[in-house]
């Protein structure tokens, strides 16, 4: 079955009852049983709810894995993740990285004796340098929030494999549409459903994907004893969302690649990180293990004004200046201030997140419009 399809039927079928082609809401917090301990799988919904996993047989197909587990948030998903390890355990983490994840992994998980390394995993090859006898984990981002720098999931595969490690992708800038990491070795999808899955700026959401029954039940566990499951509602609205998920992507990256071409050439205009440009590090990678390069980029103005970006946030009128990322409109964020505030200056800048940075989220609105934002916006 091809993705489009997938995306519409995988894991959904009519109800049984009623015929209704679109899978129900199933609003309730438990199931009555005949008898005690009888029950067909349904007793209380923080355990499964119907709704909730007819997403998760989606997702799982769209990722091409065997299991899935939705969240409240995408930090319920990572925070699942990291509750499979214990004190002296070390996990090596992409550098350049999600504001809220580096706060999880530094401010919480930390105190509980866990160690995280933030590597450049760019050369695939010297991450091997940064691995000890306590390493259990690699984490990584590609393409990375916010700069869009590309990891070699193959061979980040590879090197856990031989190491015997974990590897773990947050997958969420590139959705599955265009990007698989199972398929190229890797242990566990993280999604931030949120973003691109849902699409429409109106769910929290997070889901992990994997192919392991044992990796699974350890993480059901987690996602039963801990707690953060979604509700029907939001999981009824990101399967709604799915079901455009290839049409938006394709939007997506043929907004995205006009917006990158654009800004790339605009006088006013500095560095733009964006995927898809041939000579971006790791180039060859992106095209290698993405369909195609997304709709996320970040750029900087010449003389790298943090009052100059903070001026052009404030003047778009397409783009809209507001964290998150992936939903249908477009969106304009300066991370330094925004969702990488958490991340202190010195360790931000080494990875090129600078105070004048600025994030863009191309969203499906016409071309046309959303050059003529920028052009009016930049000055």
């Known amino acids: 079955m091809k993705f489009a399809t997938k995306a519409i039927h995988a894991g959904q079928e009519p109800d049984p009852t009623t015929g209704a082609i679109m899978t129900p809401i199933y609003q309730t917090s438990t199931y009555v049983q005949e008898s005690p301990g009888t029950h067909s799988g349904y007793a209380y919904a923080r355990g499964k709810n119907p709704t909730r996993d007819a997403l998760q047989k989606c997702l799982a197909a769209l990722e091409g894995g065997e299991y899935c587990l939705c969240f409240s948030s995408g930090m319920g998903a990572i925070d699942a993740v990291a509750k499979l390890f214990r004190p002296g355990d070390e996990i090596l983490v992409t550098d350049d990285i999600y504001g809220g994840t580096y706060r999880m992994f530094t401010k919480v998980f930390a105190h509980f004796g866990i160690t995280f390394k933030f590597v450049n995993m760019q050369d695939a090859e010297s991450i091997a340098d940064h691995i000890t006898p306590a390493t259990k984990m690699l984490w990584v981002e590609t393409p990375t929030n916010p700069t869009c720098k590309i990891i070699d999931l193959e061979a980040c595969a590879a090197l856990a494999k031989k190491h015997n490690l974990m590897l773990c992708v947050d997958n969420t800038f590139a959705s599955p549409y265009l990007q698989n990491p199972l398929a190229l070795g890797a242990d566990v999808v993280m999604h931030s459903v949120t973003k691109y899955l849902g699409g429409h700026s109106d769910v929290v959401m997070g889901a992990l994907i994997m ?52 800004l790339r050439t605009h006088p006013k205009v500095d560095k733009v990180y964006w995927p898809g440009f041939e000579d971006m590090p790791n180039h060859e990678v992106a095209k290698r293990q993405m369909k195609d390069f997304g709709g996320m980029l970040s750029f900087t103005l010449r003389g790298d004004s943090i009052e100059e970006a903070f001026a052009m946030a404030s003047k778009t009128k397409v783009f809209s200046l507001a964290e998150s990322l992936g939903g249908v409109e477009s969106l304009i964020g300066h991370p330094a201030s925004m969702t990488h505030a958490s991340i202190p200056k010195e360790e931000r800048l080494k990875v090129g997140v600078s105070d004048s940075l600025l994030r863009l989220s191309v969203g499906i609105e016409d071309i046309d419009d959303l050059l003529e934002d920028l052009k009016q916006a930049i000055g």
């Open 211 to 262: 192919n392991d029954a044992n990796l699974y039940e350890q993480l059901n566990f987690i996602h039963n004893s801990c707690g953060a499951v979604p509700g029907p509602m939001d999981s009824f609205l990101v399967l709604r969302g799915i079901k455009t998920l290839h049409v938006r992507m394709d939007r997506h990256c043929q907004n995205g690649r006009a917006v990158a071409e654009f």
